[in-house]
């Protein structure tokens, strides 16, 4: 199970951090992601974190938002700075056993949270 938590209404230029938690279980030897939808649009992928420590993101959100955590806890992060409207969404977080070069395909994971809504305003 992922309970996803962190989402709000913030102003354009604001931050947010989302926080992925994992009852029953820690992240260890698991690639934890965030994705994110927008209403009529298609989930995309946002960011990644290998249980190897490597980390990946969207080129949408480079230099902007950052995933973290101790894949050994159970509880991974996405802080969210410099928001834009265009940012606006609901934020899923998702779980796979192993590593692979697909993280950024939704298909790969095996557990999903409930997603968090996160709206920037102009």
């Known amino acids: 199970q992922l309970q996803a938590s962190g989402g709000g209404l913030v102003q354009a230029g604001g931050s947010l951090r989302l926080v992925c938690a994992a009852s029953g279980r820690t992240f260890s030897r698991y690639t934890v992601a965030w994705f994110r939808q927008a209403p009529g649009k298609e989930r995309e992928f946002v960011a990644a974190?290998?249980?190897?420590?490597?980390?990946y993101s969207a080129d949408s959100v480079k230099g902007r938002f950052t995933i973290s955590g101790d894949n050994a806890d159970n509880t991974v992060y996405l802080q969210m700075n410099n928001l834009k409207p265009e940012d606006t969404a609901a934020y899923y977080c998702a779980a796979a056993v192993g590593s692979t070069t697909r993280y950024s395909v939704p298909s790969f994971y095996h557990y999903w949270g409930q997603g968090t809504v996160v709206t920037v305003s102009s």
């Open positions: 974190k290998r249980w190897t420590g490597s980390t």
